[in-house]
């Protein structure tokens, strides 16, 4: 069963974009396990149902995806703009509980993401590393934000003449991180990683990246930085470029790491 529609959020003041994916041999349970799936920059609530073969992927799983809606807010309380950061992490999973017969236990959440949605399931995962069993990483970007902010500091003008496309993620960063582009500990995936690998309960860790990818280097020197803290942790690269094409198959193998 798909379900899309909207629902209102307090947090947003607004009704936002939501897909629900419920497979069919979800029957006989008590409550069941989730998966919040993120989209990208580019995405919406719809992207993974329609690039994707994700009914096929979960057609026999045992989980309700959930699939929510933040624009380009890279998974912030916007400075300029909305909480979807509080929407997400706190609001959603309420939402989703009492709507959906769904499980609060860890071990039966998961949150999966692809590029700014590969951030925001990190960020999500290590924000609240008890709430979380299991977190997939596809190809995501931004894990060294401190330092692409840093060096957009001191060169927005010349980033932004790159083309429309430049110009257009200044402008988003600007609205999440405001004019002078300064973040925080809880922006920042390594050190939440930190913080967390200090937690009694953390969650397992699957992250993967193309070889073609243009975020492969970053991604390597992440997965060097998490090999030195107590997770769970796996990290794979294979051919493939930032694209649906690689998306899909990463996508299967994350589900099967769950």
Request: hydrophobic residues 40%.
């Amino acid at each position: 069963m798909v379900l899309q529609g909207n629902v209102y959020s307090e947090t947003l003041t607004i009704r936002t974009g939501l897909s629900v994916f419920i497979p069919d041999a979800l029957n006989g349970r008590d409550d069941y396990r989730v998966i919040y799936l993120l989209h990208g920059l580019h995405g919406d609530n719809r992207m993974w149902l329609e690039n994707t073969m994700l009914p096929v992927f979960a057609k026999s799983g045992d989980a309700v995806i959930i699939m929510p809606e933040v624009g380009r807010s890279f998974y912030t309380d916007m400075k300029h703009g909305y909480r979807y950061w509080s929407y997400v992490s706190e609001e959603l999973p309420r939402i989703c509980r009492r709507v959906f017969n769904i499980s609060a236990k860890p071990e039966d959440t998961a949150v999966i993401g692809c590029s700014m949605g590969g951030y925001g399931a990190l960020k999500t995962a290590l924000s609240k590393p008890a709430a979380f069993g299991f977190c997939g990483a596809i190809a995501p970007a931004c894990l060294f934000l401190d330092e692409i902010l840093s060096e957009l500091r001191k060169s927005a003008e010349k980033y932004s003449k790159t083309g429309t496309e430049a110009t257009a993620i200044l402008n988003d960063l600007r609205n999440i991180f405001g004019e002078d582009l300064q973040y925080t500990a809880s922006d920042l995936i390594l050190e939440l990683a930190k913080s967390a690998g200090d937690a009694p309960s953390r969650p397992k860790i699957y992250t993967v990246c193309g070889t073609e990818d243009d975020l492969l280097n970053e991604n390597r020197r992440f997965d060097a930085e998490m090999r030195k803290l107590p997770f769970d942790w796996t990290y794979e690269e294979w051919s493939g470029a930032h694209d649906w094409f690689f998306f899909n198959a990463a996508l299967e193998k994350t589900l099967k790491n769950w």
